[in-house]
Nanobody, 122 residues
Framework: QVQLVESGGGLVQAGGSLRLSCAASGSIFRLEAMAWYRQAPGNQRELVASITNGGNTDYADSVKGRFTISRDNTKNTVYLQMSSLKPEDTAVYYC????????????????WGQGTQVTVSS
């Protein structure tokens, strides 16, 4: 069993900041890439940012320069620092973790968090 516990969402005014956290636990041998996705009502889920085990990052064009993804491998936690927030950033934000499971380390599985709501008011 794997758990991803997200926190940090909420309501913020445009121009404000929020920091999301996602902590992974359970039957994990090693976490690989971790990522944040978001889904606004009526839209498909889209990739916001990703980070490899080694710290290489990638961002959606819409958030470059405003969002920063980071991770603490000692805590199995990934973060998303969001600054200069815009109303169009309003969505449910989901954490996704790729991992190698205990007892089956040659397999690569993935797991989704439950989502956290971010609402940016104008």
């Amino acid at each position: 069993q794997v758990q991803l516990v997200e926190s940090g969402g909420g309501l913020v005014q445009a121009g404000g900041s929020l920091r999301l956290s996602c902590a992974a636990s359970g039957s994990i041998f090693r976490l690989e890439a971790m990522a944040w996705y978001r889904q606004a009502p009526g839209n498909q889920r889209e990739l916001v940012a990703s980070i490899t085990n080694g710290g290489n990052t990638d961002y959606a064009d819409s958030v470059k320069g405003r969002f920063t993804i980071s991770r603490d491998n000692t805590k199995n936690t990934v973060y998303l620092q969001m600054s200069s927030l815009k109303p169009e950033d309003t969505a449910v934000y989901y954490c996704k973790a790729d991992y190698r499971p205990l007892g089956s380390i040659w397999n690569l599985n993935y797991y989704w968090g439950q989502g956290t709501q971010v609402t940016v008011s104008s």
